[in-house]
């Protein structure tokens, strides 16, 4: 009879070899996290040291493999109250360690398990750090997990992943949206009523609104400006609209620009986050153009230039606005500025309307995960409908 094995030797038998594969042929090796297979996507890095439930299931992260340069993940487990949306949206993940014990109180399972249940193909014991420098220096790129039956040769995985699609042009609200409206009560009473377009939108973004006293009713990708102005009392339409977060590239997002276009053509208050950021520049007739590698993460710092204020914010961005940041720009809906800009790059991260009530930012104030430093905005928001109002 053998001797029953020790966790450590059953640990090790569990291990299956699983390959990352860049787009420029770097390969890192690891083992297989999550469900084995291959997937595909863009390689990109969060630095937040926790919230990995809300990454995870961010529909903004949709198509791209995700490492993150916290060295230990799964920690807290996996609750049941954390994530943005109905399911993970991650292509693939990358961790260096993945914590063998969930402890939480509110853990219900282990990531590890989420992640094989959910069927998401991730890779961990990976060098997270070279990873990250590297897609610093060379920038964001098409990369590939590859584990159990996928794992190939080099050549032949590399082929595979210059198969997989770009994120440049890349159109993908639609295929992460939700397909039917639906409204989120305000909290207490109802003082306002917001039509919300689903870009990808994360579920604390209504909710920062609903405990304002905001009514906010979703609509899918799709809506019309006809399907933004049904909603409302008494056939006046909205208090005020709202474009959420998304993935994909800005760019291709023609038709929502359209209706942002109407919105601002009646003057009804405007308020985007992240893609709706990028909406409203375009809308403006501002360009978007593609960063090297992103800012994603819950600690960078963003000035608002209307206070002077630093903030320290959540993002999850690869494409920006292209506005000069040094002058009040003329548009065809009036005068415009860059609000908020990024302190470590002087990226564009907010834009403000001076003869429009609309503003947006390129950051995440509903901070899910993240610090709550611009949870005001949604006051300003708030405000915007009041002004109108009176
Ligand atoms: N979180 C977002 O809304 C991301 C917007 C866009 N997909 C980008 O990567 O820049």
Known sequence: MTAPASPTTARRAARVPAAYVLEDGRIFRGQAYGAIGETFGEAVFNTGMTGYQETLTDPSYHRQIVAMTAPQIGNTGVNDEDPESARIWVAGYVVRDPSRVSSNWRAKRSLDEELKAQGIVGISGIDTRALTRHLREVGAMRAGIFSGEALADDATMLERVRQAPQMEGADLCGEVATDEVYVVPAVGEKKFTVAALDLGIKGMTPHRMAERGIEVHVLPANATAEDVYAVGDNGNGPDGVFFSNGPGDPATADGQVAVLREVLGRKTPFFGICFGNQLLGRALGFGTYKLKY?????????????????????????????????????????????????????????LQCFDQPAFSVQYHPEAAAGPHDAAYLFDRFFALMEGQRA
Do not use: M, W, Y
């Open 294 to 350: 992103g800012h994603r993460g819950i600690n960078q710092p963003v000035q608002d230039r209307t206070t002077g204020k630093v903030e320290v914010t959540a993002h999850n961005h690869g494409f920006a606005v292209d506005a000069p940041l040094d002058k009040v720009s003329e548009t065809p809906f009036g005068r415009v500025e860059v609000s908020h800009v990024c302190l470590n790059d002087d990226v564009v991260e907010g």
